[in-house]
């Protein structure tokens, strides 16, 4: 097994994508970025060409912003187009299928990429929410898939998602997230296979609010986005959400469950949800944020929280000012 | 009515603010800031030492990273502290209330203010979730209650959602949306009265399925965090989430609704909600994001929004490569 761990981390191996719409073409990028050749196929000629052009302009920009390390021509030179899959898999250790979100496609195409990849390469599904269990249950060698979720695009948001499925190898586990943390995404190994995963668990979520709050009139769409860009989302860019209420609170995220859970209980169940903050969820919550931080440091990351907000706010005000 | 729309926004005229936790603290930022000057009121002396403190080192924060056009000092000399409610709420145009988050707290404390305060001033609760239908109903005074919820901390979370009860009057809600703008706020006014108005409502439903995810071992407290942080709240910094997932499908939100609306339901459905995405709603919705964004220049602001996360991400590194 360590030779194949050695292939998904050692540069000298390419990746192949299969599926050339935008995030396969980002998966690209992300490789090409971090020195490894890349086998970019799609059945359709158009598609390769408009990932090359994609691909082109995106590292322009990365140039454009002192992101990149290389010139844009020389990364580029690192990802070949293919419309042979056959060809495009060959002596690779590890493929991400980024075929449409949809099961039928899914599944055939990973039944096709089982046929013809080598034997201890590792199928990685880009799937935004259909489960491993559904649409790799069929295949005969459905040990080495997994999905490897990541956040659109994930050469700016660095963070992927890896969900076996009951059925998937641990070894391949762990190859698949040695591969995507050498290509610097930070990797969540989901421990629990369900639909939507944790990143469009949550995003669902929030959409079917934001929804329901357009249905009933509360605010208009560009309402809410303004809402999100300049608050919500700004501060859980910098703490994810349960720091963030952690932090709103005095007491710390305990205190909070107690004055606002019955509120976030009562509008969860204007929308029919009914999963109460049991004693025993809070204090598992509690804990794993007082692990995290004490509450007697609990003043000093406010201010923290605070700095960094500044810092970001400082850091965009002055690159707007220079233009850059 | 136009002298008090005068007061309001001119900066002759103090503003009060009553309660001095932290969200009384930083209004009196926001306002000191903007040159205005403020008349903390709090019934505790030791919390008016803390505000004060605490106070002191926002602004000498806020003055390293080169967000103070002014001596911290000046900044902190027009915040007036005081422990007589009559003295702090005499020839002001708002007040902000600014007391715990408990019902009868907020009934007792909005009728003490409204006895006391002149009688055109506007009352702005800070009021994370309840209604000023639940908390003003009995107070004389009532038609110039609302709520005007911030993001924490406002300061440096820039938008603040206006909650009027079906009680409160017009005018009032155009005098306090005109105050909060001169200080610098972006100002969303909701259109319907409900429990946790828009900014909770969003942060609601998140935290109830993030929770869920901790209960059902699905993953862990800081791993869902740092799935927002690097993920979800980066995009939805620089756009919100009716626009992030007209951006991720080709086709734009419409598609995006067609392809993903299904398993989003059936996520929902898990969690009792049952909120369709009807053709009507998919239409306005649609409808609302076309005004904003043509179609034809999709490819164009998909381009954009990479490059305002370039342009962050090149500003946070640029700004802790200088360890400002």
Redesign the interface.
């Known amino acids: 097994m360590s030779t194949v761990l050695e292939q998904a981390t050692s540069r000298r191996y390419p990746v192949a994508i299969v599926g050339a719409?935008?995030i396969g073409t980002a998966f690209a990028v992300v490789h090409a970025l971090a020195g490894r050749d890349v086998r970019l196929y799609d059945v359709a000629a158009e598609a390769l060409d408009n990932a090359r052009s994609r691909l082109d302009?995106?590292l322009a920009?990365?140039a454009?912003?002192?992101?990149l390390e290389e010139a844009p021509a020389e990364v580029a030179a690192r990802v070949q187009t293919s419309s042979d899959l056959a060809e495009a898999l060959a002596g690779v250790a590890v493929i991400h299928e980024c075929a449409?979100?949809?099961l039928e496609i899914k599944q055939a195409v990973t039944i096709e990429i089982d046929r013809l990849a080598p034997p201890h390469a590792a199928i990685a599904s880009a799937s935004?929410?259909?489960p491993g269990s559904e649409y790799a249950r069929a295949v005969a060698g459905r040990s080495r898939c997994l999905v490897a979720h990541p956040?659109?695009?994930p050469y700016?948001?660095?963070?992927v998602?890896i969900v076996p499925a009951p059925f998937t190898d641990a070894s391949v586990v762990r190859l698949v997230e040695s591969f995507l943390e050498a290509a610097g995404l930070?990797c969540?190994i989901?421990?629990?296979e369900?639909?939507?995963f944790?990143?469009?668990?949550?995003?669902?979520?929030?959409?079917?609010?934001?929804?329901?709050?357009?249905?009933?009139?509360?605010?208009?769409?560009?309402?809410?986005?303004?809402?999100?860009?300049?608050?919500?989302?700004?501060?859980?860019?910098?703490?994810?959400?349960?720091?963030?209420?952690d932090l709103?609170t005095?007491g710390g995220i305990e205190r909070h469950a107690s004055?606002?859970g019955p509120?976030?209980a009562?509008?969860?169940a204007?929308?029919?949800?009914?999963?109460p903050?049991t004693d025993e969820?809070i204090g598992?919550?509690t804990a794993?944020?007082r692990a995290?931080l004490p509450l007697e440091r609990w003043e000093e990351r406010?201010?923290w929280r605070?700095?960094e907000?500044?810092?970001?706010?400082?850091?965009?005000?002055?690159?707007?000012d220079s233009e850059?």
Chains 1, 2 share one sequence.
Request: hydrophobic share 45%.
């Open positions: 719409g935008s302009q995106i920009d990365l454009h912003f002192g992101l449409p979100e949809n935004s929410a259909i956040g659109n695009p700016l948001l660095r963070v998602e930070a969540v989901v421990r629990r369900l639909r939507g944790v990143f469009n668990r949550l995003q669902g979520a929030l959409l079917r609010e934001a929804y329901c709050l357009v249905r009933d009139g509360v605010a208009s769409v560009e309402e809410i986005d303004a809402i999100v860009r300049g608050g919500l989302g700004l501060r859980w860019s910098v703490v994810g959400p349960f720091e963030t209420v709103n005095r004055i606002l509120a976030y009562a509008m969860g204007e929308r029919g949800q009914f999963d903050w969820l598992s919550v794993q944020r995290q406010v201010r605070d700095r907000l500044m810092r970001l706010l400082a850091a965009r005000r002055s690159f707007s850059c």
